[in-house]
């Protein structure tokens, strides 16, 4: 090491331009990456550097938008928790910005998130995301933080004010007589009634109003199936049989195709797993919808999502904005000795015992004791691109041996809720 000449080392690898160039895309993929993983405070801390920079950069604006929204979301539901961060575990400046979220009150927040994307709004009318996010941001903030919004934001200077009026009166002075403005208040505020109704409704009313939800149809004629999943695990130790699951992935993608046909529902299969038999097209835009429907799915409440301009373009490309996540798993228990003695622990029991008095009972005890025991599942979540929203989620239960017709069967009721009228 002692022999090695200092003045031969090198500043940069490559020429320096290209360094800051590659560390400058790098440092936006980072926004990019934390909206997805839905760490916020993050996300404004690293746009907010870059913005010095960049200060008219449009995609650097906006995430510091979507990440107020985010925040005020997840604070107004009461899941906070999801997306927190502990402040003690972040070092450096950052550290500040987590803090900062840690304390702020919901109410506090969702008026700040309100007039930002307010102002992002007007400086880019265009934008339908952002033009959703506010909507969205600002019904929810009267559906959960102000009861009266129309007193709450009056401009009228005799009243006697809390800071938090005092702060809603100035900040919102230009808009608080705006149409637009207050069309969402009224909005939120009919949202609000709604909401106080629902929560009003008891256990076995609600579970009655899902049942008739889930009993109508979605009415739609076409869809896309995004990387379809086929899967067999062990019931014994839930270990995943790869060979066995991998061989009947593409039966199950040629399956779901015959049988569409038979429901007559136009579907379209993209697959990000087999770059073989899906075009490069395809394949870029299945990445993009798996990461739009993990963040719906990550979310589970109406919330636009970071990415929503980009996939919309999708929906005219495959001539549908419904997309299906599909997945069937096939559960084998295997019988032992000790399942055998587990039945003495339940109604089986008696079967046992009737055995013994009745033997033409021993075929049928001994497919119960003995026999491997099997669960199919398919589980569906249908989704929405134009409307960011889940429209349906439902999942078919047979206790039988995989088969290409139990399959198919449960493939097709499936289809067939899809398909049915509203």
Known sequence: MLDKKLDDRKD??????????????????????????RSYPAAIYHAQLLLKKYPENKFLQTTIGYSLYGLSQYKNVERYDEVYTDYKEVEGEMQQVFHLFHRIKPQNLALITSRHLWNLHKKYPNDKQLELMLRDQIEDMVIYQ?????????????????????????????????????????DGKKYRTKF???????????????????????????????????????GRNFSLNYLY????????????????????????IIDTRNSQSTKAKDFNNATLLKSWS??????????????YNQVQPLAKLYNTP????????????????GNVLLLFTDGSAY????????????PYTYSIAFKPQF?????????????????????????QKANKHIIQMSLYESMQKIKKPK
């Open 12 to 37: 940069f690898i490559v020429s320096e331009d290209e360094f800051h160039r590659t560390q400058t895309l790098a440092r936006f993929e980072l926004c990019e990456i934390l909206l997805g993983i």
């Open 146 to 186: 102000i009861e009266d919004p129309l007193d709450f934001f009056s401009p009228n200077e005799m009243r006697v004010d809390t800071s938090l009026h005092k702060y809603a009166r100035i900040a919102f002075r230009e808009i608080n007589e705006d149409p637009v403005f207050l069309k969402m208040l009224k």
């Open 196 to 234: 106080e109704k629902d929560k009003k409704l008891s256990k076995r009313q609600k579970k009655k109003k899902k049942k008739t939800k889930e009993k109508q149809g979605l009415g739609l004629n076409k869809v896309v199936y995004l990387s379809p999943k086929f899967y067999r695990v062990n």
């Open 245 to 268: 699951s991998e061989k009947r992935q593409a039966q199950y993608h040629k399956l779901i195709s015959k049988t569409a046909k038979k429901a007559k529902l136009k579907a379209k």
């Open 294 to 307: 993990s963040e719906m799915l990550d979310h589970d409440m109406y919330m636009i999502t970071h990415n």
């Open 322 to 337: 419904n997309i299906v996540l599909m997945s069937s798993l096939t559960v084998k228990t295997p019988k032992s000795l």
């Open 351 to 362: 079967l046992l015992i009737g055995t013994v008095f009745y033997p033409y009972l021993l």
């Open 375 to 399: 669960e199919n599942w398919t589980v569906s979540t249908v989704l929405d691109i134009e409307n960011n929203q889940i429209l349906r989620r439902t999942k078919n239960i047979f206790k």
